[in-house]
C-alpha cells in the first residue's frame, strides 16, 4: 500500500522555533528564491508568506515571465519533494489525484488487487501549470483536495504530504479553450501574484545566465520540512490585535459595499489575509501583526475573490477595486 | 485613452480678472467712505487704516492670481461616442485645486456651456465624474475649461481659460442614419473567392464550380454527387459587400463630416468592406475620382471625420463683449453662500471691537458697551438661525423694521438744530451707524450681506479712527484688523477639510507670518510716500464746547472753574488745578512755578509742532510780567477771523513766505479761557466768543473745559536760521524809528524795569559781539545760560525786592522756564531789540499712530518772543526743542510709524520682553493644555503617530509606507516603534523608547 507520511502538524518532539529563528530561514528562502528569480522579491515574498501560512499560491501571468520558475525555486529550496502537471483539456480528476489500479505479482497466480496509485498531487509542493486549460470538473477536485488536504479514492482517503502546496499558474491572455476558475475555485487560493515583467536590468541578469532558469540547478534546499511545519506553527501564534482584526474586517466589508463589485470578498478571503500577515509578520522577524502587514498583502489575498460587475472575470480589476477599498480606509495606528 | 501628454499639453490661458464676490463691492464703498473721512478729518491714522486695506485688496489679488496659476488640469476624457443631447460621461481632473476654497470650473466647447464644476465636487484627488452634453453634431477634439477662483481671500474673482485637447469626441447628430448614399458593391460578382469571413449576409444565391481557396464547409454536396465535380454554396458574406462612400474634395459642415464618420463605422459595424473615395479637385459633379481608401478599423473612420471637417470648425474663441461679462462670475453659483458659524462670530468679533473703539471715542459708557456687544451677539445668532434653516420668520423682518424705524425717530427726534459739524459727527452720525451695524447684524444670512457687514464695521472703523485722539488708537486698529481677517478669510472657505500638507509645521507657520510681514512692510511702503496729512480739511473745521462757566468779567481771564485767577503772590506750591499755570493769568510772578502734574490737558491734531501760545506779556518789574490792559473785540463765532496785530507782517501787506497750520484742540482737562493756538491765528473755528487782544493773544467768554474742540487755521510765517541771521541786528532799525508814535509802539518792548542790575546789562554787552546778528547774539546768550545756569524746578525764591533776573543770573543761577525767559528778554531789551514773553504749552508728544499731539499740564512753558522787522515775532526758547517754522520737515506717515516702533521699541525694552514672554507663556500654556487634552484623549504615543500621519500627508495608509517617504533610517525606527506600540501585545511604554521615537519624529519635522 502507500508510504505515506503520517500527519505532523503537532510533533511535540520538536522544539518549538522562536520567531527570531523562523524569520532567519524565511530570509534564507527568501534569499536563496531571489538569487534565481530577477528583481521580484514582493512576489517572492507573498509566494513564501503564502508557503509558510500553509495557503496556495495562484500566479497569473502572461508567458514567460516566470511563473513556473517561481513554483519551480519555491519546491527545491523547501528540500522536498516536487510534481508538475500540466493543464489540458483532456485531463481528468483521475490523473491528478491517482486511481486504483490492478496489481499482481506477475505470476498470475495470485489475486489481483485494486491498489492505489498516487497522482502527481502527492509532493509537498505541486506546480500546476495553466490551470484554466483543464476542465472544471478537474479543478474543482484539485482544489478540493489542495483545500481538504486528503485525497479520496473509491472510498478511502489518503492524506497528502504535510507540508503541501499548491502553486497554480494561468494565462489570462488566452481564452479560447479555457475554462476560467469559478469563484469557489479561485477562493481556495490564499493569494494571487501577477509577476510581470522584469525590469530591464532584471532582464538582462537573466538572459545573462546570472539569474533565472541557468540558476535552478544550483539551489539546495536550505529548509527541511520540518523546519516547514514548525514554521507554519510558529505563524499559527502570532498575535493579531484587536483593531487589526477590525481593520480586517472593513477591509471586506468595504469590498462589499463598493460599488463596481458585484460580489465582495469571503470571510475565508479575510482568514486567509489575515494568515498572509501573520507569515510576513515572522518573516521580518515579529510576533505581532502590524497594519502594513495586511495593507500590503490585502490585494493579493483579496483581489481574486471579488466578483466585479463588468464581468470577464478580470483579475486585474479586482486588483485595483481591492486597491481602492484599502484606500478609502484609515489603517489603525497608535 | 490615451496619455494628456500624448495629445499634447492643456494651452493655459490669461489669467483674468473677473469680478468681485457679491458683496465685496461695499468693501468699496467702505474704502472710499475712509478716504472721505480721511479727508474730512486729516486723520493720520485713517490714512494707515486705508493704506493697509488698499495692501490687503493687492494681496488678494496676488494671492488670487498665484492661487490660480498653481491649479492645472491634469486630465480630461470624455466618451468617445455620442449624440446631440445626450449626456455623456466626463472625468475631469485638476490639480493644485484648493477644494475648501471657492472656485468654479467650466467646461465648455468655447461656445456653449456644457458643465459647471464647483471645486467642492471635486474629491480628495482633484478628480471629478461629471456628465456633458453637446448641442451640435461634429467632432470635438479640445474643451475649454475656465478655471474661475477667488483665491485665499476670496474676495475678487480671477478665471483662466484653458484649452484642453482631448481623445476626439464623435457628437453624431439625433437621427442619424447612413444617409450618405453609398455605392455599394458585391466582390462576388466575377466569383470572388468565397472565404469564411464575416457572417453570412444573404441567403443562398445559387451555387458554383470550386475554385482553389474555398471552404470545404462550402461544398454542396448533393450537388457535387449530382455533378460530379466539387460544387459549392455561392453566398454573399457581409464581407464582400463594399461601401464607398463619396466625399467631395471640399471641407465638410461638421454634422455632414460626423455623418460621414457614422455611415463608416455603420458599414464597418455591418461587417462591409468600407472604403472613401474623395473628389480629387474641388469641381462639384466632376467624374474623376481618386481611388477609394479601405476604412479597416473605427479609428480610421473617426480620422476620416476630422480630417473632412477640415477649417470648417467654429470659432469657439470669440470673447464676450466686455458690457456682457458679469460683474459677480455667475449668479448660479453661489451655491456655498450660506454664512459659516466661525465666520459669523469673527465678523460679530470684529463689529464689536469697531463698536466698543466707536462709543469709546464717544465718553465711553460700560452699558453703551454691554447694550451693544449684546445686540450684536444676539443678532449674530439668530441671523445664523435663519442661516441654518435658510428662511428669515417674518416677526425678524417685523423686528428690524421696527427697531430701525424707531431708532431713527427717536435719533431724529433728539437732533435739534446741528450746531457745527462735530456735533452732527458726534451726535447722531454714530448713533446711526451703530445702530445700522446692530441691526444688520440681524439681517447677515449668506456672505453677500455678512461682507455688507464687514464693511459697515469698516467704516465705523475708520469714523472712529478719524475721531479718536488717545493713544490707543493702534491697538484697537490692530484688534480690528486681526478680527477682520480672520472673519474675510474664514467665510471664503467651506466646512470640508482642507487638503493636509507634507510640509512640517515651521514650514507651515512660516506662510502666514511671512504674509503679515510682508503686508506690514507694503503698507509701510505705501504710507512712506503718503504725507502726514494737514490737519483737518477747512470743510469740517470742528468745534464745540460744552455747558462751561462764563468768565466773571467780559474779556477777563476766568480760571478753569470760572473765577478770576488770583494773581501770583510769590508762593509755592500746587495751584491745585490742572490747568492753573500762572502764566495763564494777568500777572505772571517769575518766581512761581506750581507742581502742575503730568496729566493731559489737551490733544492737538496738528501736522506740525508748533509753540500752542496762549498769553502775551510785555511788561515786568523786575519780579512779575503783566498782560496790557486792553482786552481788544468781542467776536462771535462760529467763524471768527482774527485781526492783524503787532508784528502780523503777511496781514500787513509785508510779502513773507507764509504757510497754513490747521490745528484742531481737544480740550481733556478743565482750562482757563486762554484760547490757545500756533502764532499768528488767521480764523478761529470756536463755538462761542473770542476776544482778540491787540497782543496777539485770544481769550473766550467761557472757560475751556473737558472736551471743548475748536480748530485754528494759523498762517505761519516761513523762518530759517539764515533768514533770520540774514535780518543783521536789529537793534539797528528800532533805534532807526524816531517818531513818536512809532516809538510809543516800540518802547514797551524795551522797557528794562529800574531793578535790573548793571551787571546783567554788561553781561549782555559783554556776550553780544560787535556787528553780529541778533540771531547770534541770541544764540550766544542761549549758550551761556545753558553752560552758566541750571535748570531746576526747585530753585530758591528770590529774596524779597531782589530783580529776578539778577537773582538767576548770578546769585542762585538755578531756575526755570520763566526765569530763563525773563533774563533772555531783558538781557536783549537791554540791547535794544524789542521782546516780550509768551506762555502757553510746548507741542507735546506726537502720538505717531492717531498723529495727534498730547499735551500734558507739566508741558505748561514761557518762552521769549523777538521782533524780527521781517518776520515778525519770533519764538525763542532755550529749553524746548520746537524747530523754526521753516525748518519743520514735512514727514511721511509710513517715516512716523517706522520711528515710533523704533522709538517704541527701544524706550521701552523691559515692557515689550514681557510683553513678549508673557504672549509665549500664554501660547505655551495654551500648546500644554492642548497637548494634555490630546494625550489624555490619544495617549503619548497617540500623539506622536497623529503628528507622523500629518507629516506625510493622506497617501500613505500604514506607518512603514509613510517611512518610505523620507528615505530616512529614523523613519522606519519611528514607524516600528509606533507600529510596537499599536499592535505588539508585548509591549512595554518605555522612556527610552518614546524618546527615541521623539527624536526621530523631530529630525522628520526639521528636515521635512
Known sequence: ?334 | MTDLAERGAPTTGRVRLAGLSSGALSFLGAWMVGAAIARLTGAAAVLLLLAATLVGFSAAIVSGRRSLRSISVTDLAVSPLTTVDDETAVLLQISGAPVHRDGVLRVSDGAHDLATIPFDALDEHGTVHSTISFSTPGIVDRLHVDIAHAGPVGIVWMRRNDVVPIDPVWVTPLPLGPTIDVETASSNVDGAVLTEHGPKHGDIDGVRTWRDGDGDTSVHWPSTLRAGSLIVHDRETSRDRQWIVDVPAYPLEPDAAARVTHTLLEGLRMGHRVSVRRAASDGVGQPDRSPAVAVMQPDDARRWGAELIGEHRPDTNAPTPWYRRTLHVNARLDTFSRVGTRSRWLTALASLIALGMLIGALDANPTHIALGAGGLAVGTMISLWCARRERRPWWLRLLVGGATIGALASIGSTVGGIGGLLEALRGPMPDLLMLLLVIHGFEVVDRRTLRVHQAIGGVIIAYATGLRIDDRVGLWMAAWAVAIVAAVRAANRRDRARPSHAAPRLHRAAKPIGAVVAAALATLAVLSIVPVPDGPARLGLPALSNDAPTAPTAGGLAGPSGNAPAPSDGTRGSLGEVGGYPGFADTMDTSVRGDLGDQIVMRVRAPKPDFWRGQTFTNFDGRLWSVSPDLGRRRTGPQIQVPATLGDLPRQGIAAETEELVQTFYVEADLPNVVFAAARPDVVTFDGSIYTRPDGALRSDVTLNEGSVYTVVSKRVQVTSASLRSQGDVSDMFEAITDPAGRAVIDPYLAIPASTTQRTIDLADELRRPGASTYDTILAYQNWLAINTEYDLDAPVPAEGADAVDDYLFVSQRGFCEQIASSLAIMLRSQGVPTRIATGYVPGVRDKVSGVFEVRASDAHAWVEVWFPDSGWQAFDPTASVPLSGEAAQGSVGGELVSAAISGIASRPVEIGLIVGFATMVLGAFRAIVGFVRRRRRGRWGVLQDRFTELTGPNAITNPERATAFDDLAATELAELLDQAAFDPSWQDTNESYQSATRALKTLEVSG
Open chain 1, 1 to 334: 500500500m502507500d508510504t505515506l507520511p503520517p500527519p505532523i502538524q503537532t510533533r511535540p518532539d520538536i522544539e518549538p522555533m522562536s520567531v527570531t529563528g523562523a524569520s532567519t530561514i524565511a530570509s534564507r528562502l527568501a534569499a536563496t528564491t531571489n538569487a534565481v528569480i530577477a528583481g521580484k522579491a514582493d512576489v517572492v515574498d507573498t509566494a513564501i508568506a503564502t508557503l509558510l501560512s500553509g495557503g496556495h499560491l495562484l500566479i497569473e501571468d502572461i508567458p514567460g515571465v516566470g511563473k513556473t520558475l517561481l513554483a519551480q525555486v519555491l519546491a527545491a529550496s523547501v528540500g522536498g519533494s516536487f510534481r508538475r502537471v500540466q493543464g489540458t483539456s483532456d485531463l481528468l480528476p483521475g490523473d491528478v489525484t491517482g486511481s486504483m489500479v490492478p496489481t499482481g505479482d506477475g505470476s498470475g497466480t495470485a489475486a489481483i488487487t485494486m491498489t492505489f496509485r498516487p497522482g502527481p498531487v502527492f509532493a509537498n509542493v505541486v506546480v500546476f501549470d495553466e490551470l484554466n486549460r483543464t476542465t472544471p470538473r478537474t479543478q474543482s477536485a484539485l482544489l478540493e483536495l489542495a483545500e481538504e488536504g486528503t485525497v479520496t479514492v473509491d472510498g478511502t482517503g489518503h492524506r497528502l504530504p504535510v507540508p503541501f502546496m499548491l502553486v497554480a499558474t494561468q494565462n489570462p491572455i488566452d481564452i479560447a479553450g479555457t475554462h476560467a476558475l469559478g469563484e469557489g475555485s479561485l477562493d481556495r487560493f490564499a493569494a494571487v501574484v501577477t509577476p510581470g515583467r522584469a525590469t530591464t536590468a532584471s532582464e538582462l541578469e537573466v538572459l545573462a545566465g546570472r539569474q533565472g532558469r541557468t540558476m535552478l540547478d544550483g539551489v539546495a534546499p536550505v529548509v527541511s520540512l520540518d523546519e516547514i511545519v514548525q514554521l507554519r506553527n510558529v505563524v499559527s501564534q502570532v498575535h493579531v490585535a484587536d483593531p487589526l482584526a477590525a481593520y480586517v474586517v472593513e477591509i471586506l466589508d468595504a469590498t462589499r459595499t463598493h460599488p463596481a463589485i458585484r460580489l465582495g470578498a469571503s470571510t475565508r478571503g479575510g482568514l486567509a489575509l489575515l494568515g498572509l500577515a501573520r507569515a510576513r509578520a515572522v518573516m521580518a522577524g515579529r510576533s505581532y501583526v502590524v497594519a502594513d502587514d495586511v495593507a500590503a498583502l490585502a490585494v493579493s489575498a483579496l483581489a481574486h475573490r471579488v466578483i466585479t460587475v463588468d464581468a470577464n472575470h478580470s483579475i486585474d480589476l479586482g486588483r485595483s477595486l481591492v486597491a481602492e477599498c484599502l484606500a478609502g480606509i484609515t489603517a489603525p495606528t497608535a
